[in-house]
C-alpha cells in the first residue's frame, strides 16, 4: 500500500532514536514492544521458578530446598505467571500492538493513557517484587485467609501490586473498547472485524468490570488488618470461606481473561494458514461474549468442598458446564475452517494446531472438574495442577508463541529462521505433554497439589514430570535465541509474507509511524480468502 | 500413547473401598470415554483435514463456506445433553456423598499444623490415626484449630475443609480392611505435605477392643499418659524422641538438664523451661530455630496433662 512518495527506511522503529523515544513514546506500537521486555523478562523469573519446583520434585524428601523456601518458590511462580504473564501478555504486547492495525487506526484512541498503563503495570510489577527483599509471601498464589492473615504482612503488598497490575489492565481494557467503537476504518463494521479485535474487546469488558473487585477485597484485607474489623479472621468472627468468594469472583473470570486472547489468535491464525473464510464467523464472536457474561457467575465451582452448600455447589456445577457449550462451539467452527482449506505448515500454524490438541485435553478435563461428585476427588490434586496447566500454557501460552511468530515480521520487518521455529514447536509440545500428562495421573492416584514431599508412590511419574521440564526450557531457550537472531540478521520481511487478508499486512513492514500512509478503506471481509 | 495412558488413567485411581467410592468410579468412567470420543473427533479430525488438504501449490482456491446451520445446531446441542446428563449423574452421587447417615458413629476431628487429631466420644484421642469398624456409618464432624485444611481420603474419594470457627461434616462406609492414607489438600504452610495420617478400618471387635484400651489413658502412670499426649498432640512431627535428629524444633531425646542457647539467654531444659514453651513457645526460642512456627498450647492441656508431659520428656534417654 506504500506510496511512491514515502521513504521506506523510516518505520516507527527507525524514526525516532534514543531511551526517551522509547519511555516516552505513545506510540501504540513502541507501548506494545516496551510490555514485550518486561513480559519476556517475567516470564524468564516465572519460568526459572517452574523449573525449581520440578527439580525439587525430582525424589521424595528435601531435594534442593527446605519446605518453606518451596513454598515460596512455589507462590511466586504461580503469582508472576498468573499476574504478570498470562493475564497481561496477550493484551499488552499483541493487542496494543495490533488491535489499531486490524482496525486501520492510526494508533488506540488514548495514547497517554495507554502509555499511563505500563507506568501503572509497571510499578505494580515492582512493587511486588520488593516483597522478594522483605517478607517473602508462601500462600500460593490464591492467597487463602487465614493462612495468609497469619503468615505475615506482605500478603497486603502483594494484593496491591495485583490490584495496581489490575488497574493497568482497566486502562487498557477501557482504552480498547473506545479504539474498537471509535477509530475502525472506514467502510468497517463490528462484523467486518478481525475475530482477534472481537476476543481482545470482550475480554476488555471483562477487565473492566471484574477487576474492581480485587480492589474491593484489598480494602477488606486492609480494613481487617488496620482497623481490626473482622472480616476474613475467625479471631476477629470473620469469615475466611468469604475470602475465597471474593478472590474467585475476580480470579475465574481472570482465567478468561487469560485464554479468550488465545481463542482470537487460533482463529487468526487457522484462517491464514489454511486460506479459508472462517467458519462461523458470528458464532465464534458471539461465542466469546457468551463465554465474558458467564465467566462472572461460574466462581463457586473452585468452591465444591470448601463449606459452601450443596444447592451452591450444584447451581455453579450447571452454570460451568454451560460454559463448556461456547467453548465446544469455537473448537469445531475452527475445525470447520479447515475443511478443504490450503493448509501450509508453517511455524505459526504449529502452534495454533498445537493449541487444537493441548486445549481439546484441556476442556474435556475441565468438564471432568465441573462434575460434582468427581471434582470432590480430584479438588486440589495434581488433577487440577495438570488441567489448568493444559489450559494456560497448552492453550494460551502456544496461542502467545504462534501469534508471536505469525507477527514478528510485521512487527521487526525481518524474518525468523523457520527450520528453528519448528524445532521450537517440537520441543514445546513434547515436552509439554512428557511433563503435564503423568500429572493427571497423579492426580487420579490421589497426590495434593503445593506438595514440597510425597509418598514413594508417585515417584516415578513425577520424574518423568521433571525430565519433560527439561525440554520446555529447551524450547524456550531455543525460541529466544530464534527470536534475537531474527531481530539482528534477519532477512527482510514482505509487506504479507503469509498472504493474509486482515489489514496490518496491507502495510509496510514494519509499519510507519502511524501505521499507514494512507488510511485503509475497507471493502471486504477480514476473512475473504 | 497418550490415549492408552488416558484409557488405562482408569486403573490409577486407588482401588475404592466405600459403596460411592466405586459410583464416583463408574462415574469417572462414563467422563473418561465421552472425553476420549470428543478427543478423537476433534483431534482425529483435525489430522485428517490437516493431511488431506495440505497446501498443494500456492495458487490453491478455497471454496468460501460461512456457516451451515445444521451443524452448528448439532455441534452445539449434543455437547449441551453431554454436559447435562454429566452434570445431573454428577449432582446425584453428589447428592449421596453430602447426605449425613443417621445413627452414624460420630467422630470429631481437628486439622491443626499440622496433623489430624481424632476425639472419640469415648474420650479417647489420636493424632494422625483414625480407627473405625467395618461396614459401619462413621459420620465426622471437623473443624480446624488454625488455618484452612481439607481432610482427603483418596481410597473412599471424599473431602472436605476444615475451617477454624465453623464444623463441616464428611461421611463414609468402609467395606474393605486396610489402612488407607488420609491427605491435607489445603495448602497450610510448611508441614501442609508431611500432614498425613491413616485411616484404619478394623473389624467390629478389634474396634471395640482398641477403643476400651484407649478410653483408660486417664489412669495410666504420669509418664505414660505424657507419652500417649506426646503422641497424640503430633508433638513428634517437630520434636525427635528417639534419637538427636533435628525435625523442624529441637529433639527433645537425653536433652533434660542440658544447656539451651535460647533467643533471651541460656536456660537449662527444667520443668520451668518446658512448661513455659509448651504454653507460650515464642518466649524463649533455642538459637538457630524460627519462632512462631510451634503453636501455644494454652487452654488445650489440663495440669495434669502437663505435668504428664514433663515427666514423658524427663524420662527421654
Ligand atoms: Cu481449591
Ligand atoms: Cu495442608
Request: neutral net charge.
Amino acid at each position: 500500500m506504500g506510496t511512491a512518495s514515502t521513504n521506506p527506511n523510516v518505520n516507527y522503529l527507525t524514526e525516532f532514536s534514543g531511551i526517551k523515544s522509547w519511555l516516552f513514546s505513545l506510540d501504540h506500537k513502541r507501548i506494545g514492544l516496551m510490555y514485550m521486555i518486561a513480559i519476556l523478562f517475567f516470564f524468564l523469573v516465572g519460568g526459572i521458578m517452574a523449573m525449581l519446583i520440578r527439580l525439587e520434585l525430582f525424589s521424595p524428601g528435601p531435594t534442593l530446598f527446605s519446605a518453606d523456601t518451596y513454598n515460596q518458590v512455589l507462590t511466586y511462580h504461580g503469582a508472576i505467571m498468573v499476574f504478570m504473564v498470562i493475564v497481561p501478555g496477550i493484551p499488552a504486547i499483541l493487542g496494543n500492538f495490533f488491535l489499531p492495525l486490524q482496525i486501520g487506526a492510526a494508533d488506540v484512541a488514548f495514547p497517554r493513557l495507554n502509555l499511563a498503563s505500563w507506568y501503572v503495570f509497571m510499578f505494580g510489577a515492582i512493587l511486588a517484587f520488593t516483597t522478594l527483599f522483605t517478607t517473602k509471601i508462601d500462600t500460593g498464589w490464591t492467597f487463602y485467609t487465614p493462612y495468609s492473615i497469619k503468615t505475615g504482612t506482605a500478603v497486603i503488598t502483594i494484593v496491591l501490586a495485583a490490584f495496581i497490575m489490575g488497574m493497568s489492565s482497566i486502562l487498557t481494557g477501557l482504552n480498547f473498547i473506545v479504539t474498537t467503537h471509535k477509530l475502525r476504518a472506514p467502510g468497517m463494521s463490528m462484523f467486518d472485524m478481525p475475530l482477534f479485535v472481537w476476543s481482545l474487546y470482550s475480554t476488555a469488558i471483562i477487565q473492566v468490570i471484574a477487576t474492581p473487585v480485587l480492589g474491593i477485597t484489598l480494602l477488606l484485607l486492609v480494613a481487617e488488618r488496620v482497623l481490626g474489623i473482622g472480616i476474613f479472621d475467625p479471631k476477629l468472627g470473620g469469615d475466611p470461606v468469604l475470602f475465597q468468594h471474593f478472590f474467585w469472583f475476580y480470579s475465574h473470570p481472570a482465567v478468561y481473561i487469560m485464554i479468550l486472547p488465545a481463542m482470537g489468535i487460533i482463529s487468526e491464525l487457522i484462517s491464514a494458514f489454511s486460506r479459508k473464510t472462517i467458519f462461523g464467523y458470528k458464532a465464534i464472536a458471539f461465542s466469546s461474549l457468551g463465554i465474558a457474561a458467564v465467566s462472572f457467575i461460574v466462581w463457586g465451582h473452585h468452591m465444591f468442598v470448601s463449606g459452601q452448600s450443596e444447592i451452591a455447589g450444584v447451581i455453579f456445577s450447571f452454570i460451568t458446564m454451560l460454559v463448556g457449550v461456547p467453548t465446544a462451539i469455537k473448537m469445531f467452527n475452527w475445525l470447520a475452517t479447515l475443511y478443504k482449506g490450503s493448509v501450509s505448515f508453517e511455524s505459526p500454524m504449529l502452534y495454533a494446531l498445537g493449541f487444537l490438541f493441548l486445549f481439546a485435553i484441556g476442556g474435556v478435563t475441565g468438564i471432568m472438574l465441573a462434575t460434582l461428585g468427581v471434582d470432590v476427588h480430584f479438588h486440589d490434586t495434581y488433577f487440577v495442577v495438570a488441567h489448568f496447566h493444559y489450559v494456560m500454557v497448552g492453550g494460551t501460552l502456544m496461542a502467545i508463541m504462534g501469534g508471536f511468530y505469525y507477527w514478528f515480521p510485521k512487527m521487526f520487518g525481518k524474518m525468523y529462521n523457520e527450520g528453528l521455529a519448528r524445532l521450537t514447536f517440537v520441543l514445546i509440545f513434547i515436552g509439554f505433554n512428557v511433563t503435564f500428562f503423568p500429572q493427571f495421573i497423579l492426580g487420579a492416584m490421589g497426590m495434593p497439589r503445593r506438595y514440597f514431599d510425597y509418598i514413594p508412590a508417585y515417584e516415578s511419574l513425577n520424574k518423568i514430570s521433571t525430565i519433560g521440564s527439561w525440554m520446555i526450557a529447551a524450547g524456550f531457550f531455543l525460541a529466544l535465541y530464534v527470536i534475537i537472531r531474527g531481530i539482528i540478521s534477519g532477512p527482510k520481511a514482505p509487506a504479507n509474507p503469509w498472504g493474509a487478508k486482515t489489514l496490518e499486512w496491507q502495510t509496510s513492514s514494519p509499519p510507519p509511524h502511524f501505521n499507514f500512509d494512507k488510511k485503509p478503506t475497507v471493502t471486504g471481509g477480514p476473512y475473504d480468502y | 500413547m497418550f490415549w492408552l495412558n488416558l484409557v488405562q488413567a482408569q486403573s490409577f485411581m486407588p482401588t475404592p473401598a466405600t459403596d460411592i467410592a466405586q459410583r464416583v468410579d463408574n462415574l469417572y468412567s462414563f467422563l473418561l470415554i465421552s472425553s476420549l470420543i470428543a478427543c478423537i473427533i476433534l483431534i482425529g479430525g483435525m489430522i485428517y483435514f490437516v493431511v488431506k488438504y495440505k497446501r498443494k501449490s500456492e495458487n490453491d482456491k478455497t471454496p468460501r463456506i460461512t456457516h451451515n446451520n445444521f451443524l452448528e445446531f448439532l455441534w452445539s446441542f449434543i455437547p449441551l445433553v453431554l454436559f447435562l446428563i454429566m452434570f445431573a449423574w454428577g449432582w446425584s452421587v453428589y447428592h449421596d456423598m453430602r447426605k449425613m447417615p443417621e445413627n452414624a458413629l460420630e467422630i470429631h476431628i481437628f486439622g491443626k499444623q499440622w496433623a489430624w487429631e481424632a476425639q472419640y466420644k469415648s474420650g479417647a484421642a489420636t493424632s494422625n490415626l483414625v480407627m473405625v469398624p467395618i461396614d459401619t456409618d462413621v459420620k465426622l464432624i471437623m473443624t480446624s484449630k488454625d488455618v484452612l485444611h481439607s481432610f482427603y481420603v483418596p481410597s473412599f474419594r471424599i473431602k472436605q475443609d476444615t475451617v477454624p470457627g465453623r464444623y463441616s461434616t464428611l461421611w463414609f462406609n468402609s467395606n474393605k480392611l486396610g489402612e488407607f492414607h488420609i491427605f491435607c489438600t489445603e495448602y497450610c504452610g510448611t508441614q501442609h505435605s508431611g500432614m498425613i495420617g491413616t485411616l484404619k478400618v478394623v473389624t467390629q471387635q478389634e474396634f471395640d477392643a482398641w477403643l476400651e484400651e484407649e478410653s483408660k489413658v486417664s489412669t495410666l502412670p504420669l509418664a505414660e499418659r505424657g507419652a500417649k499426649i506426646f503422641q497424640v498432640k503430633a508433638c513428634a512431627s517437630c520434636h525427635s524422641v528417639a534419637d538427636a535428629n533435628v525435625k523442624v524444633g529441637p529433639a527433645l531425646w537425653n536433652q533434660w538438664g542440658q544447656q539451651r542457647n535460647t533467643s533471651s539467654g541460656d536456660i537449662a531444659l527444667n520443668e520451668e523451661y518446658t512448661r513455659e514453651s509448651i504454653l507460650n513457645p515464642n518466649a524463649r526460642v533455642v538459637k538457630g530455630y524460627n519462632p512462631n512456627i510451634m503453636p501455644s498450647f494454652q487452654g488445650q492441656l489440663s495440669e495434669v496433662e502437663l505435668t504428664a508431659l514433663i515427666e514423658y520428656i524427663k524420662g527421654l534417654k
